[in-house]
Antibody, heavy 120, light 113 residues
Framework: EVQLVESGGGLVKPGGSLRLSCAAS????????MSWVRQAPGKGLEWVGR??????????DCAAPVKGRFTISRDDSKDTLYLQMNSLKTEDTAVYYC???????????WGRGTLVTVSS | DIVMTQSPDSLAVSLGERATINCKSS????????????LAWFQQKPGQPPQLLIS???TRESGVPDRFSGSVSGTDFTLTISSLQAEDVAVYYC?????????FGGGTKVEIK
Protein backbone atom coordinates (compact mmCIF):
# COMPACT_ATOMS: atom_id res chain seq x y z
CA GLU A 1 0.00 0.00 0.00
CA VAL A 2 1.31 3.41 -1.00
CA GLN A 3 1.93 5.66 2.00
CA LEU A 4 3.02 9.29 1.88
CA VAL A 5 3.47 11.05 5.21
CA GLU A 6 4.14 14.78 5.24
CA SER A 7 5.74 16.60 8.14
CA GLY A 8 7.26 19.96 8.97
CA GLY A 9 4.22 22.20 8.70
CA GLY A 10 3.40 24.87 11.26
CA LEU A 11 3.09 28.57 11.95
CA VAL A 12 5.73 30.87 10.50
CA LYS A 13 6.01 34.64 10.16
CA PRO A 14 6.02 36.36 6.77
CA GLY A 15 9.52 36.29 5.32
CA GLY A 16 10.36 33.16 7.25
CA SER A 17 11.37 29.69 6.08
CA LEU A 18 10.07 26.18 6.52
CA ARG A 19 11.12 22.77 5.24
CA LEU A 20 8.54 20.12 4.55
CA SER A 21 9.37 16.44 4.30
CA CYS A 22 7.44 13.54 2.82
CA ALA A 23 8.31 9.99 3.79
CA ALA A 24 7.28 7.49 1.14
CA SER A 25 6.68 3.76 1.42
CA UNK A 26 4.82 0.98 -0.33
CA UNK A 27 6.25 1.64 -3.79
CA UNK A 28 9.57 2.05 -5.57
CA UNK A 29 10.34 5.67 -4.80
CA UNK A 30 13.09 5.93 -7.41
CA UNK A 31 10.52 5.18 -10.13
CA UNK A 32 8.13 7.97 -9.15
CA UNK A 33 7.73 11.54 -10.30
CA MET A 34 7.01 13.38 -7.06
CA SER A 35 4.97 16.56 -6.71
CA TRP A 36 3.77 19.04 -4.13
CA VAL A 37 0.21 20.37 -4.43
CA ARG A 38 -1.29 22.91 -2.04
CA GLN A 39 -4.78 23.95 -1.08
CA ALA A 40 -5.51 27.25 0.65
CA PRO A 41 -8.30 27.12 3.25
CA GLY A 42 -11.65 26.73 1.48
CA LYS A 43 -10.04 26.99 -1.94
CA GLY A 44 -9.14 24.72 -4.84
CA LEU A 45 -6.03 22.76 -5.70
CA GLU A 46 -2.82 24.45 -6.83
CA TRP A 47 0.19 22.58 -8.16
CA VAL A 48 3.42 23.78 -6.55
CA GLY A 49 5.99 21.78 -8.46
CA ARG A 50 7.48 18.38 -9.18
CA UNK A 51 10.75 16.52 -9.45
CA UNK A 52 11.13 13.78 -12.00
CA UNK A 53 12.90 10.50 -11.29
CA UNK A 54 16.65 10.29 -11.82
CA UNK A 55 16.34 8.20 -15.00
CA UNK A 56 14.31 11.04 -16.52
CA UNK A 57 16.98 13.56 -15.57
CA UNK A 58 15.66 14.53 -12.15
CA UNK A 59 14.21 17.67 -13.75
CA UNK A 60 12.46 20.11 -11.43
CA ASP A 61 9.50 22.24 -12.51
CA CYS A 62 7.89 24.84 -10.28
CA ALA A 63 4.80 27.02 -10.51
CA ALA A 64 5.35 30.70 -11.17
CA PRO A 65 4.08 31.93 -7.74
CA VAL A 66 6.79 29.96 -5.91
CA LYS A 67 9.65 30.05 -8.40
CA GLY A 68 12.80 31.42 -6.82
CA ARG A 69 11.41 30.98 -3.30
CA PHE A 70 10.62 27.24 -3.06
CA THR A 71 13.00 24.38 -3.81
CA ILE A 72 12.01 20.78 -4.38
CA SER A 73 14.48 17.97 -3.78
CA ARG A 74 14.48 14.25 -3.16
CA ASP A 75 16.70 11.76 -1.38
CA ASP A 76 16.20 8.42 -3.09
CA SER A 77 18.35 6.67 -0.47
CA LYS A 78 15.80 7.72 2.17
CA ASP A 79 12.63 7.53 0.04
CA THR A 80 11.96 11.11 1.03
CA LEU A 81 10.75 14.22 -0.80
CA TYR A 82 11.43 17.73 0.43
CA LEU A 83 10.05 21.22 -0.06
CA GLN A 84 12.23 24.08 1.14
CA MET A 85 10.12 27.21 1.41
CA ASN A 86 11.84 30.59 1.82
CA SER A 87 10.56 34.17 1.84
CA LEU A 88 7.13 32.92 2.84
CA LYS A 89 4.11 35.12 2.21
CA THR A 90 0.66 35.09 3.81
CA GLU A 91 -0.75 33.78 0.53
CA ASP A 92 1.38 30.63 0.93
CA THR A 93 -0.92 29.56 3.79
CA ALA A 94 -2.32 26.18 2.74
CA VAL A 95 -2.36 22.46 3.28
CA TYR A 96 0.59 21.05 1.37
CA TYR A 97 0.15 17.60 -0.14
CA CYS A 98 2.90 15.25 -1.22
CA UNK A 99 1.83 13.36 -4.35
CA UNK A 100 3.35 10.42 -6.21
CA UNK A 101 3.11 9.90 -9.94
CA UNK A 102 3.45 6.18 -10.52
CA UNK A 103 2.72 6.00 -14.22
CA UNK A 104 -1.05 6.49 -14.45
CA UNK A 105 -1.03 10.26 -14.20
CA UNK A 106 1.37 12.67 -12.52
CA UNK A 107 -0.73 12.71 -9.36
CA UNK A 108 -1.73 9.13 -8.57
CA UNK A 109 -1.42 8.86 -4.80
CA TRP A 110 -1.70 11.62 -2.19
CA GLY A 111 -0.55 12.06 1.38
CA ARG A 112 -2.90 13.51 4.00
CA GLY A 113 -1.15 16.87 3.90
CA THR A 114 0.51 19.21 6.35
CA LEU A 115 -0.77 22.68 7.20
CA VAL A 116 1.47 25.70 6.72
CA THR A 117 0.24 28.96 8.20
CA VAL A 118 2.06 32.18 7.38
CA SER A 119 0.97 34.91 9.75
CA SER A 120 2.43 37.60 11.95
CA ASP B 1 -0.17 27.77 -19.20
CA ILE B 2 -3.11 25.49 -19.96
CA VAL B 3 -6.32 26.86 -18.45
CA MET B 4 -8.95 24.39 -17.25
CA THR B 5 -12.44 25.88 -17.11
CA GLN B 6 -14.79 23.74 -15.03
CA SER B 7 -18.56 24.08 -14.71
CA PRO B 8 -20.82 24.34 -12.85
CA ASP B 9 -19.33 25.57 -9.58
CA SER B 10 -21.91 23.56 -7.67
CA LEU B 11 -24.57 20.99 -8.44
CA ALA B 12 -27.48 19.60 -6.41
CA VAL B 13 -28.83 16.28 -7.63
CA SER B 14 -31.40 13.89 -6.20
CA LEU B 15 -30.27 10.47 -5.05
CA GLY B 16 -30.23 8.07 -7.97
CA GLU B 17 -30.19 10.83 -10.57
CA ARG B 18 -27.41 11.73 -12.99
CA ALA B 19 -24.75 14.34 -12.25
CA THR B 20 -22.70 15.86 -15.06
CA ILE B 21 -19.59 17.98 -14.64
CA ASN B 22 -17.87 19.74 -17.50
CA CYS B 23 -14.29 20.82 -18.03
CA LYS B 24 -12.81 22.66 -21.00
CA SER B 25 -9.10 22.92 -21.65
CA SER B 26 -7.50 25.85 -23.44
CA UNK B 27 -5.62 23.46 -25.73
CA UNK B 28 -5.64 19.83 -26.77
CA UNK B 29 -4.38 17.30 -24.24
CA UNK B 30 -3.57 14.29 -26.45
CA UNK B 31 -0.34 12.77 -25.21
CA UNK B 32 1.75 9.65 -25.52
CA UNK B 33 1.75 7.01 -28.19
CA UNK B 34 -1.68 5.61 -27.29
CA UNK B 35 -3.58 8.79 -28.18
CA UNK B 36 -4.96 9.18 -24.70
CA UNK B 37 -5.78 12.60 -23.26
CA UNK B 38 -3.67 13.67 -20.30
CA LEU B 39 -6.75 14.57 -18.28
CA ALA B 40 -7.68 13.27 -14.85
CA TRP B 41 -10.61 13.65 -12.49
CA PHE B 42 -10.27 13.78 -8.72
CA GLN B 43 -12.81 13.45 -5.94
CA GLN B 44 -12.21 15.27 -2.66
CA LYS B 45 -14.44 14.55 0.32
CA PRO B 46 -14.45 16.94 3.30
CA GLY B 47 -11.32 16.68 5.42
CA GLN B 48 -9.66 14.23 3.03
CA PRO B 49 -7.00 14.51 0.33
CA PRO B 50 -8.10 14.26 -3.29
CA GLN B 51 -8.46 10.80 -4.75
CA LEU B 52 -7.77 9.92 -8.37
CA LEU B 53 -10.95 8.66 -10.04
CA ILE B 54 -10.20 8.72 -13.73
CA SER B 55 -7.08 9.17 -15.86
CA UNK B 56 -6.60 9.31 -19.59
CA UNK B 57 -9.95 11.14 -19.69
CA UNK B 58 -11.94 7.89 -19.44
CA THR B 59 -10.05 5.14 -17.58
CA ARG B 60 -11.42 4.43 -14.13
CA GLU B 61 -8.93 3.67 -11.38
CA SER B 62 -9.12 0.34 -9.62
CA GLY B 63 -11.94 0.28 -7.09
CA VAL B 64 -13.84 3.23 -8.54
CA PRO B 65 -17.52 2.35 -8.99
CA ASP B 66 -18.69 2.05 -12.58
CA ARG B 67 -21.31 4.74 -12.04
CA PHE B 68 -18.40 7.15 -12.60
CA SER B 69 -17.44 7.67 -16.24
CA GLY B 70 -15.37 10.14 -18.21
CA SER B 71 -15.67 11.22 -21.80
CA VAL B 72 -14.06 13.66 -24.19
CA SER B 73 -14.91 15.59 -27.30
CA GLY B 74 -11.98 17.63 -28.55
CA THR B 75 -11.05 19.90 -25.67
CA ASP B 76 -14.31 19.34 -23.79
CA PHE B 77 -14.23 16.76 -21.00
CA THR B 78 -17.10 15.38 -18.96
CA LEU B 79 -17.38 13.47 -15.72
CA THR B 80 -20.71 11.70 -15.28
CA ILE B 81 -22.07 10.06 -12.16
CA SER B 82 -24.87 7.94 -13.56
CA SER B 83 -26.80 7.38 -10.32
CA LEU B 84 -25.78 9.66 -7.47
CA GLN B 85 -25.21 8.00 -4.12
CA ALA B 86 -24.92 9.69 -0.73
CA GLU B 87 -21.21 8.84 -0.55
CA ASP B 88 -20.57 10.78 -3.76
CA VAL B 89 -21.05 14.13 -2.02
CA ALA B 90 -17.71 15.79 -2.64
CA VAL B 91 -15.84 18.37 -4.67
CA TYR B 92 -14.66 17.14 -8.06
CA TYR B 93 -11.66 18.57 -9.93
CA CYS B 94 -10.44 18.10 -13.46
CA UNK B 95 -6.68 18.24 -13.98
CA UNK B 96 -4.36 18.30 -16.97
CA UNK B 97 -1.02 16.59 -16.81
CA UNK B 98 -0.14 17.26 -20.44
CA UNK B 99 2.49 19.86 -19.60
CA UNK B 100 3.95 21.85 -16.74
CA UNK B 101 2.72 23.86 -15.02
CA UNK B 102 0.13 21.23 -14.19
CA UNK B 103 -3.25 22.88 -13.72
CA PHE B 104 -6.65 22.15 -12.22
CA GLY B 105 -10.19 23.24 -12.84
CA GLY B 106 -11.79 25.33 -10.13
CA GLY B 107 -13.81 22.44 -8.72
CA THR B 108 -17.47 21.43 -8.68
CA LYS B 109 -19.25 20.83 -5.40
CA VAL B 110 -21.81 18.03 -5.69
CA GLU B 111 -24.58 17.90 -3.11
CA ILE B 112 -27.81 15.99 -2.59
CA LYS B 113 -31.01 17.81 -3.56
Amino acid sequence: EVQLVESGGGLVKPGGSLRLSCAASGFTFTNAWMSWVRQAPGKGLEWVGRIKRRIDGGTIDCAAPVKGRFTISRDDSKDTLYLQMNSLKTEDTAVYYCVAGLGTSDLDDWGRGTLVTVSS
Amino acid sequence: DIVMTQSPDSLAVSLGERATINCKSSRGLLCGSNSKNCLAWFQQKPGQPPQLLISGASTRESGVPDRFSGSVSGTDFTLTISSLQAEDVAVYYCHQYYSAPLTFGGGTKVEIK
